[in-house]
């Protein structure tokens, strides 16, 4: 399977296209597409359009995974994120590949969580799953190879519902995540009122460990 990773903007729109042939980790294209800040808007949409209709067709992925970013207060630039976002889903549905979207703050705390440990001699790794579908959908040994059956110790954050995650982390993991709805306000505000920080991060993973060597 090769993803095509979508970094959106429209000043500038990263992407990278990753995969496997053969066993083998491979880069088939990356790249950053700009489109000059004084030129019309529409004419800035249309450019980006073509560039990642290109991309697409010279990459040929079998899934697009589209950064999903949050803005708090910068409207201005929320617009343009999301109009480039935009463009990228309409490039995706064209080509018929489909699409997962995700939030690169789940994979920024999983690093720094795995900072935390490592500082305690702990090792640890992290793993991106944008589809737990796909992912299941691969075969056993690539499954092995990314999370192997030896290793129980398992964590799964996400700012989401957790039940999902229960046959990745099996019986000796945990899940960070916030399975209720109903709280609004500012993002860093939630996140360290519901514990979907590297701090919980850090914990959880100690408590998976604790259970797995028990």
């Known amino acids: ?4 990773g ?30 000059p800040p004084d030129a019309p808007l529409a004419e800035r949409l249309a450019e980006l359009r073509r ?14 995974a589209l950064e999903r970013v ?7 630039t929320a617009m343009s994120v999301g ?12 080509a018929g590949v489909p699409v997962v979207e995700y939030s690169a703050n789940e994979v920024k705390l999983a690093v720094a969580a795995r900072d935390v440990l490592a500082a305690e001699g702990i090792s640890a790794r992290v793993v991106s799953m944008p589809s737990v579908e796909w992912f299941r959908q691969q075969d056993a040994s690539y499954q092995e190879e990314v999370l192997p059956a030896a290793v129980r110790a398992r964590v799964s954050v996400e700012a989401g519902i957790t039940p999902p995650w229960k046959g990745i982390v099996g019986d000796c993991g945990e899940s960070v995540g916030i399975d209720h709805y109903g709280a609004s306000a500012a993002e860093a505000v939630l996140s360290a009122e519901f514990g ?16 797995a060597r028990a």
Not at 8 to 28: A, D, I, M, N, Q
Not at 51 to 64: I, T
């Open 51 to 64: 560039e990642l209709d290109g991309v697409v067709r010279e990459c040929l992925p079998d899934v697009v």
């Open 6 to 35: 979508i970094d959106p903007g429209l000043t500038r729109c990263g992407y990278g296209c990753v995969g496997r042939l053969r066993g083998t980790e491979v880069v088939r294209g990356a790249g950053v597409i700009t489109t």
């Open 70 to 76: 949050l803005f708090q207060t910068n409207a201005r």
């Open 83 to 94: 109009q480039a976002s935009g463009i990228a889903l309409l490039v995706a549905a064209d």
């Open 1 to 4: 399977m090769f993803v095509l």
């Open 196 to 211: 979907i920080t590297a701090d919980a991060v850090a914990a959880a993973a100690r408590t998976s460990l604790a259970r």
